[in-house]
């Protein structure tokens, strides 16, 4: 039952980022690029090979505990902070759009040179 | 081995050229010196070849490359190669000399030997390789160099850019029906030979030779035209020879190497190179014969129709490339050994006559043949060797050009067919008019009276050494066959034959004499002649109609293209989900799958996951309806909060951890961005958004309607992936089961900083490099040193019109209150310590190099935002990013180093604790002293000093180059006021 509600939420957030990606406003683009990421991470965490109920500690295997899949959670954890470092830039792109063309209206830059 | 190195010593000296300190080292003379030497030497070390070829037939060198596609590294040294490449580097050697006195700047000198190296070792590969991929690697090569040689002056010269084109753009075009040309026979060589198609492909011209049975097989029609279209191309035959007159905007020494010795034979050497296996086939045969004639005779009747010297030498040469491709196509291969003579001699007199050309062209600033005459006295040594090579392309007796004639005149008589009368007649049109074309040349240029006073610019003595060496070679290779030529001809000619310079007073000396005499003739009568020639169709007229043809649809479909990147973004996702949706891919992967929940329960974890992602939906949609940027941004934290819940949920704490610091960093990013762009632009934003345009409506609907595909689709193949994911041998037990081995309880951390170390490694080079990103764009134009420039704001002499002090100040103010100052100064070392804590037990719980360099980046971020960027700077002076940063990615590299010396391998495991005796003490501290936490740390450092830079690029106060700012932008912020 769960696995249909992850599958509605990446869904409807992989919707949502990629309407604001192509909306006019750029800050609300940068906005939906991270909610993209985000609905990538939550992908990855529910696709787990096998589910358990205790976190993955050496210590909760040797003592018999059934434990979620540490190598999906290994591959997020990275994935999260090299996501951040892109969306940073994202912002930095922005926030150069902004000072130079006075805009932030993707409509409005029709120039690559202004 | 050694072919290997011989191909590559030209590549060497170009890269040798292009070192700065090798050019301040040694002057124009110094390096001409040592590049012909080093041609020169090549050329020496080729003929010892000599010798070893008379005994053995080939020698092939071999390295494996792709060896599944029947790709490998080889050259194959035979007769024919050996014949190519002591062109290559004998002429070579003279050229590169001459081209040291050809360029006066020794800049541009340089710049142009750096190519014509390149292009010499590539040419080199092309006869040298031994396998026919290879070959067309080395082919393109050329065409590249080829096009930077013709292109040579484009800067200032618009002719130059149009020759470049039209070169590359017929040759590229020839290569590309090659290289399917060579694919097909490299695959019909495999059948031929392996008919148990163990192999599929075979390249390697060592076997291709001995698949006798090409001529039969099924493609054979379709692989020689393609490959007969190649060559045809590069050689310059008609009715592709348009493009070598237009080459000649190259400076003449690239025209006297490229575009008469050695690139433009590069096709007529794929032709003999291939003989022996097709040329038992008729339409090999005749489509070379056809074609070198047609050349030959439209080539020699242009050549005395032109007016620039460097033109007439052009079209010559490709009526004598007609000619040799013509000899290959003989029968029987009888033509090979006049195709072989009349390459050596049209390489030595052509190339000598290119360096006289460019000598002229030197000293008298002009190549137009109307405008020159009378050199004899004032250029007596070009004289000279004009005489003896433009008669040896004339064909006097007993030159090297006469010898070349000779043969030809021979093979074309034992050539019996019905139409052998149209093929003599052609044969001696073209010759007599290339004999017309070489008393012109003597006449025209040195004899006759010059119309105008030339003005003469003495080029440097040494500029005569090629041509009058060349001319020296035309003059006595004839009498030098025994010693010199035949050795080289008998290995380059598969058949037994005998050559005479002088055969007796025979037929083909009676016709050569009467070629000499009816050119002569021809020359006398050469006005009326020379108006009379006139070619219905200009193929050059063709090509332009065609690359008009290709810039109009070019244009035409430039009007489709909007510009705005987001509607290409649409349009691309729009047809992805329509393709999705359309093809029944979509569909069919549904029908296969159990999709629907088999077990309805709920526990209570799963309610509490549900409600986790129901807030994610929910603020999902937020971000999309509120107006005010910083709500959404808000709403943005709150998804990324409520999913590191989720993870929470789902037994992930590492993963939780950092999600939460990396969501909280983003959100404050976000607002820390929105303060710096002017409020008056995200106002203007959301107004015009939200009070419509006329698109509005329509476009809301398009991407509304993509979006919903989009989204559709993900959760589709999200739904089948979840679905089906209860695989039981996943590589996850592996780490399960090892992490004790490198003393971590921790199996994500184990995994982050371990088995997957060089994964990581790359994952913070590749934050780094996105933070780096970050500052270039936003610091650009305010470094000075490598090191961001404090600046001490001193309010006292503050201008009130300095609008960048003005926001500074502002900026500083706004959230600095005695409050947060003490917040933020108490936060900092506490989230140093629960960093360090994290780093050092981040074996035994969640937390781990990332977190701590976090958590630290937020301590310092507050520091930022509350004091602003230039107090901030003031007072955490060891806060350098810049050098953190560095620090840590040194640290993490001689980590994964250090294991490599003691014979663990890259990233290796090392128990530094053990190793140094102290286990126990640290052990009763709970802590492992190994590689992995010394790449924590190294994490933790990068990460902490990446977040720095971003911070502090994005942080730092704008000073605005245009606007005035409104009082109402400065004083509020639009989102309240709405």
């Not at chain 2, 290995?491 to 016709?511: D, M």
């Not at chain 2, 650009?780 to 490598?786: N, Q, T």
Request: a neutral charge.
């Amino acid at each position: 039952m769960t696995e249909i509600m992850f599958a509605l939420t990446i869904g409807i957030l992989f919707g949502i980022g990629v309407f604001q990606l192509l909306r006019r406003d750029l800050i609300k683009a940068a906005i939906g690029f991270a909610i993209l990421f985000s609905a990538i991470n939550l992908f990855f965490v529910a696709a787990g090979a096998f589910e358990g109920n205790y976190a993955p500690y050496v210590s909760n295997v040797e003592a018999d505990r059934q434990t979620s899949d540490p190598l999906v959670q290994a591959l997020i954890l990275t994935a999260i902070v090299v996501s951040f470092g892109s969306f940073s830039l994202v912002l930095g792109f922005v926030n150069i759009i902004s000072r130079r063309y006075d805009t932030i209206d993707s409509n409005e830059i029709t120039k690559l040179k202004h | 081995m050694e072919l290997l190195f011989i191909t590559a010593v030209p590549f060497l000296l170009a890269i040798l050229l292009t070192l700065p300190f090798i050019r301040a080292l040694l002057d124009k003379s110094a390096l001409t010196l040592l590049s012909s030497l080093a041609m020169a030497a090549l050329f020496c070390w080729l003929l010892t070849y000599i010798p070893l070829l008379q005994v053995e037939s080939a020698i092939e060198q071999s390295f494996a490359w792709v060896p599944s596609l029947g790709i490998s590294l080889s050259f194959y040294l035979d007769g024919l190669s050996l014949l190519f490449s002591l062109i290559i580097t004998g002429v070579g050697a003279l050229i590169f000399f001459y081209a040291g006195y050809y360029f006066d700047d020794s800049s541009e000198h340089n710049r142009f030997m750096i190519w014509l190296s390149s292009f010499a070792g590539s040419m080199l590969a092309v006869v040298l390789s031994g396998n026919l991929l290879m070959l067309f690697v080395a082919w393109e090569l050329t065409s590249i160099t080829s096009f930077a040689l013709i292109g040579f002056k484009g800067a200032k010269d618009p002719a130059s850019r149009d020759g470049a084109f039209k070169a590359l753009f017929v040759t590229s075009a020839g290569a590309l029906a090659l290289i399917i040309g060579i694919v097909m026979l490299c695959v019909a060589a495999g059948q031929i030979l392996y008919p148990d198609a163990s192999i599929t492909l075979v390249g390697d011209i060592s076997m291709i030779l001995q698949a006798d049975a090409l001529a039969q097989h099924d493609w054979y029609l379709l692989f020689t035209v393609l490959i007969l279209l190649g060559g045809f191309t590069k050689s310059a035959q008609f009715p592709f020879h348009f493009w070598l007159p237009g080459a000649m905007t190259a400076p003449t020494p690239a025209s006297a190497y490229l575009h008469s010795a050695t690139m433009v034979k590069a096709g007529i050497y794929l032709f003999a190179r291939l003989s022996p296996v097709m040329h038992q086939n008729e339409l090999w045969t005749s489509a070379l014969l056809a074609v070198g004639l047609a050349t030959m005779l439209v080539g020699a009747c242009f050549a005395v129709k032109q007016t620039d010297l460097k033109g007439l030498l052009a079209y010559s040469t490709v009526s004598k490339l007609g000619a040799i491709v013509a000899m290959i196509g003989l029968p029987d291969q009888n033509g090979l050994k006049a195709a072989f003579v009349g390459i050596i001699a049209h390489a030595l007199y052509k190339s000598a006559l290119f360096l006289v050309a460019g000598t002229i062209d030197h000293a008298t600033g002009t190549r137009e043949i109307n405008q020159l005459g009378g050199l004899r006295e004032k250029m007596p040594a070009m004289f000279l060797v004009t005489v003896v090579s433009a008669l040896s392309m004339a064909g006097l007796p007993f030159l090297l050009g006469f010898l070349a004639k000779e043969v030809l005149l021979d093979a074309m008589l034992h050539y019996t067919a019905p139409w052998t009368p149209l093929v003599m007649l052609v044969i001696l049109v073209s010759t007599a008019f290339t004999a017309m074309a070489g008393y012109m040349l003597i006449y025209d240029v040195f004899l006759r009276r010059p119309r105008k006073r030339l003005h003469i610019h003495h080029p440097p003595a040494l500029i005569r050494l090629s041509p009058v060496l060349l001319s020296l070679l035309s003059l006595s290779l004839g009498f030098l066959l025994e010693p010199v030529l035949l050795p080289l001809l008998h290995l380059a000619v598969p058949k037994a034959f005998k050559l005479y310079l002088f055969a007796g007073f025979n037929e083909v000396f009676a016709l050569s004499l009467m070629i000499l005499v009816a050119g002569f003739i021809l020359f006398l009568a050469r006005k009326p002649i020379i108006a009379r020639i006139t070619f219905p169709i200009s193929c050059d007229q063709i090509y332009r109609e065609l690359l008009a043809y290709i810039r109009w649809a070019g244009a035409t479909v430039l009007h489709t293209q909007s510009g705005f990147v987001r509607y290409y973004l649409a349009i691309i996702l729009g047809a992805a989900a329509a393709v999705l949706i359309l093809s029944g891919t979509l569909s069919t992967v549904i029908a296969d799958q159990n999709l629907l929940p088999t077990d309805l329960s709920l526990t209570i974890t799963d309610l509490a996951k549900m409600s986790m992602l129901f807030l994610t939906v929910a603020a999902g949609i937020l971000t999309v309806v509120v107006r005010e940027h910083v709500k959404a941004a808000i709403a943005y934290g709150v998804i990324g909060y409520a999913i590191g819940v989720i993870f929470l949920i789902d037994h992930a704490p590492d993963v939780a951890l950092v999600q939460l610091l990396v969501e909280t960093m983003a959100t404050v990013l976000i607002i820390v961005m929105l303060g710096r762009i002017r409020a008056g632009i995200r106002l203007k934003m959301i107004t015009g958004l939200w009070t419509g345009r006329h698109d509005y409506n329509l476009g809301i609907l398009r991407d509304l309607g993509i979006s919903v595909l989009i989204g559709g689709a993900v959760f589709v193949f999200a739904l089948i992936a979840l679905q089906n994911r209860h695989d039981r041998d996943s590589i996850a037990h592996w780490h399960l089961e090892n992490t004790r081995s490198v003393n971590t309880d921790d199996v994500v951390g184990a995994i982050v900083a371990d088995f997957r170390g060089t994964d990581t490694l790359l994952e913070i080079a590749v934050f780094t490099t996105a933070a780096l990103g970050v500052l270039t764009l936003l610091a650009r134009g305010r470094r000075s040193g490598g090191v961001f420039v404090p600046q001490t704001v001193q309010p006292t002499v503050l201008h009130e019109f300095d609008e960048g002090v003005v926001e500074e100040i502002q900026d500083a103010t706004s959230l600095s209150t005695p409050f947060t100052r003490t917040i933020s100064r108490l936060v900092l070392p506490i989230a140093f310590l629960i960093g360090i804590s994290q780093i050092l037990y981040g074996g035994l719980g969640p937390g781990d190099g990332f977190t701590a360099g976090v958590t630290i980046g937020l301590a310092v971020s507050l520091w930022y935002i509350v004091f602003g960027y230039s107090e901030a700077k003031r007072l955490l002076p060891w806060f350098r990013p810049e050098v953190i940063t560095r620090m840590g990615l040194v640290i993490a590299i001689v980590n994964a180093l250090f294991p490599i010396l003691i014979g663990r391998g890259f990233m290796g495991h090392v128990e530094f604790d053990m190793a140094l005796g102290i286990y126990d003490i640290v052990g009763s501290f709970g802590l492992h002293i190994t590689s992995s936490l010394i790449f924590e740390i190294a994490i933790a450092i990068t990460v902490m000093g990446g977040l720095g830079i971003i911070i502090e690029a994005i942080a730092y106060p704008t000073a605005r180059a245009n606007g005035l700012r409104g009082e109402t932008e400065a004083t509020a912020e639009p989102d309240k006021r709405e």
